[in-house]
């Protein structure tokens, strides 16, 4: 059974950081960032929001968009992460031979996008909130500071 207008590969995550979103995008706007942290995605910038986030048409071995929307809350923000594509090489049981290979290889591909999000987010959030003592107040931006 496929699903109509859903893509195969759906990755959503979060994580707060306690920073402020100003302070983000030196990191998230960073292109560097992106092929490190997607090496083998090509990035195309649809909307750049500033603290808000980037959004990104996604080619390479995934096609589809991906997105980081910074969301402020309290005194820092949650960081979301989005990637909505579909694979454009073959997959194993790609000709219907074996379904279950198939349902695997998706299955696979979409946990290592996850695991790419939830290193880029964790990355993000040790960079911004570093010299921050857990449970202290968040990281204010510098125009804050004073």
């Given amino acids: 059974m496929k699903l109509v207008g859903v893509t195969s590969i759906q990755v959503a995550d979060e994580v707060f950081v306690a920073a402020a ?3 983000s995008t030196a990191v998230i706007g960073n292109p560097a960032n992106w092929r490190r942290w997607w090496p083998d995605l090509r990035l195309t910038v649809t909307e750049d929001r500033g603290e808000q986030g980037v959004r990104w048409r996604v080619d390479g071995p995934v096609a589809g968009t991906m997105e980081i929307w910074n969301e ?14 579909e694979p ?22 979409n946990k ?14 040790r960079r911004l909130e570093e010299g921050r003592h857990v449970g202290g107040p968040a990281i204010p931006a510098p125009a ?3």
């Fill in 72 to 85: 402020a809350v309290l005194d820092g923000f949650v960081l979301h992460y989005f990637l909505h594509g």
């Fill in 144 to 146: 804050e500071v004073g």
């Fill in 21 to 23: 979103p100003a302070l």
């Fill in 88 to 109: 454009t090489g073959p997959l194993p049981g790609e000709r219907g031979d074996d379904p279950q290979a198939r349902f695997e290889a998706l299955a696979e591909e």
């Fill in 112 to 125: 290592r996008r996850r695991v790419a999000g939830k290193d880029m987010s964790f990355e993000v959030k």
